[in-house]
């Protein structure tokens, strides 16, 4: 079994930065692709950041040019840098691992809450 375990977050005020991180453990696994999702009070879940084997990234419109998403791949960890962060960001963030073990199948975190606000 794999395990998905979030930091970071918490509150921060506009225009501010937090890093996100998502550790994975567990035993013989890979790891495809890592993504971030997030979800506001009374709002679907929606994709973050993407980055998949090869490290490339994908992006909500919302997002670009403010969040970085990155991974190691030594520490089966993913990080989501958050700059320039708006009140409209204010979510729980989840992480995403598409993960072989030994079968191919999504992993997500418990959740994480970022929380923008003067």
């Known amino acids: 079994q794999v395990q998905l375990v979030e930091s970071g977050g918490g509150l921060v005020h506009p225009g501010g930065s937090v890093r996100l991180s998502c550790a994975a453990s567990?035993?013989?696994?890979?790891?495809?692709?890592w993504a971030w999702y997030r979800q506001a009070p009374g709002k679907q879940r929606e994709l973050v950041a993407g980055?998949?084997?090869?490290?490339?990234?994908n992006y909500a419109d919302s997002v670009k040019g403010r969040f970085t998403i990155s991974r190691d791949g030594a520490k089966n960890t993913v990080y989501l840098q958050m700059n320039s962060l708006k009140p409209e960001d204010t979510a729980v963030y989840y992480c995403?691992?598409?993960?072989?073990?030994?079968?191919?199948?999504?992993?997500w975190g418990q959740g994480i809450q970022v929380t923008v606000s003067s």
């Open positions: 995403n691992g598409r993960i072989i073990n030994p079968f191919m199948r999504d992993y």
């Open positions: 980055i998949a084997t090869g490290s490339s990234t």
């Open positions: 567990g035993s013989s696994f890979s790891i495809i692709a």
